[in-house]
């Protein structure tokens, strides 16, 4: 079975990364996977109660939880599967994990701005967010990467989903990936 194609989508928390991805997958001709932290966070696999009641600490947790993820990603692409992964990709060694796990594999590499005020109005009305992450992403999580395409999330999921299809069906090699790989 050839490997499936995968369409990763980086942007801050509060961005829109989900309600692009469930707009994408209405959209596909093909099937699509949709996979993201906040699905392994929120499906009870982690133990969070543990986590909150001080049993275990999520800072000594987190860098084998992140380090799964990213190895997962291949491992499900590889089995034939299409993917659509949102991701807050937080530092450039997160990117040099997956441009490596990921460069046998088709990867179109969207990044999803949105105003800061307008993502700090989003984590602020969500209330399952620590106040701050979204300023800090944005901050930082554009500066080190190269995108196949840009999108301003404040437009209609369902717009900027057929922007990214269209995009993909029209993209040419080197991808992003490929061209931040050869670097």
């Not at 989508?9 to 509060?14: D, E, H, Q, V, Y």
């Not at 530092?91 to 969207?110: A, I």
């Not at 930082?140 to 900027?160: M, R």
Request: glycine share 6%; charged share 25%.
């Amino acid at each position: 079975m050839p490997p499936g194609s995968i369409i990763l989508i980086n942007g801050a928390s509060s961005a829109g990364k989900s309600t692009l991805a469930r707009a994408l997958q209405k959209q596909l001709d093909e099937p699509f996977w949709h996979l993201s932290i906040d699905h392994l966070r929120d499906s009870g696999v982690l133990p969070l109660d543990r986590v909150r009641a001080g049993d275990f600490s999520w800072k000594s947790m987190r860098p084998a939880f992140f380090q799964g993820f990213h190895n997962a990603l291949p491992a499900i692409a590889a089995a034939g599967n299409n993917l659509v992964v949102e991701h807050i990709i937080e530092t450039s060694e997160w990117l040099n994990t997956l441009l490596k796990l990921l460069g046998p594999f088709d990867v179109f590499f969207v990044g999803i701005h949105c105003p800061l005020a307008e993502l700090e109005r989003r984590e602020l009305a969500r209330g399952d967010r620590r106040i701050g992450e979204a300023r800090n992403d944005f901050e930082t999580i554009h500066k080190f990467v190269t995108y196949d395409l840009e999108l301003d999330s404040t437009l209609p999921a369902e717009s900027n989903a057929a922007a990214v299809i269209a995009s993909w069906k029209r993209r040419t090699r080197p991808l992003a990936f490929e061209r931040m790989a050869a670097k």
